[in-house]
């Protein structure tokens, strides 16, 4: 069974600098990956998925993210944080033949004027 | 906007009383799912529908149950509540089954069991 590691439970950046957030996954074979965000009271929102192709990937809300099979890693960035960004970031991996979403347990962005 | 929507937003039950979530889709999706998630823990999926059929999670105690009497709604019921099952309750739609499907979840109901 899939499962996704976010070592980071808690970043604090200040505005306008960037922000990586890490995933690690462990599945057999090529997955589906996908960060969603969670802001105060709100449902998840899928920033951006990773199916195949090209492995950087770009979302909403500037956000990308680059597959590494190397690394077993789908590590998140944005260039420059906006204080809207301060939310709850989930990483999630699928597998082709599932129909289950393995979630991380999350990273809470904090952002500093 | 087409959308997923669950009322309430906030519900507050005694221990014990059976307590019922409710979730409506405005995205006719096939799929309807319900997570549990507890304070900084990763979304733990309870249960899905696909279309009229029901799929259980094995680990899913029996104290919850769900309906789907259409393809819009969606129900969450909690027969008898215990303390552990305060939490955040997420629905979500996909169109299919599969993995790859996007998820649209709605802004969830947060549950207090006093």
């Known amino acids: 069974a899939q499962s996704v590691t976010q070592p980071d439970i808690h970043i604090t950046v200040s505005e306008g600098a960037s922000l990586e957030l890490r995933c690690n996954y462990s599945y057999g074979a090529t997955p589906y990956l996908f960060w969603y965000v969670q802001s105060p009271g709100q449902g998840l929102q899928l920033l951006l998925k990773y199916f195949s192709g090209d492995t950087l990937v770009q979302g909403i809300k500037g956000f990308e993210a680059e597959f590494k099979r190397s690394q077993s890693s789908f590590n998140l960035r944005k260039p420059s944080v906006h204080w809207s960004d301060a939310a709850e970031y989930f990483c999630?991996?699928?597998?082709?033949?599932?129909?289950?979403?393995?979630f991380g347990a999350g990273t809470t962005v904090t952002v500093r004027a | 906007d087409a959308m997923v929507i669950q009322n309430p937003r906030y519900q507050v039950t005694q221990f014990g009383k059976p307590v019922t979530l409710s979730c409506s889709q405005t995205?006719?999706?096939?799929?309807m799912y319900w997570y549990q998630q507890k304070s900084s823990q990763a979304p733990k999926l309870l249960f899905h529908?696909?279309?009229?059929?029901?799929?259980n999670e094995a680990d899913t105690p029996d104290n919850f149950q769900s309906r789907r009497p259409n393809t819009s709604f969606c129900f969450l019921d909690i027969r008898s509540p215990g303390l552990g099952d305060a939490a955040m309750y997420l629905c979500?739609?996909?169109?299919?089954?599969?993995?790859?499907?996007?998820?649209?979840f709605g802004p969830g109901t947060r549950l207090t069991v006093l």
């Open positions: 529908y696909y279309d009229k059929d029901f799929n």
């Open positions: 995205l006719n999706h096939n799929v």
């Open positions: 979500a739609t996909s169109r299919d089954v599969t993995s790859g499907s996007r998820r649209f």
């Open positions: 999630a991996v699928g597998a082709h033949d599932d129909y289950k979403l393995s």
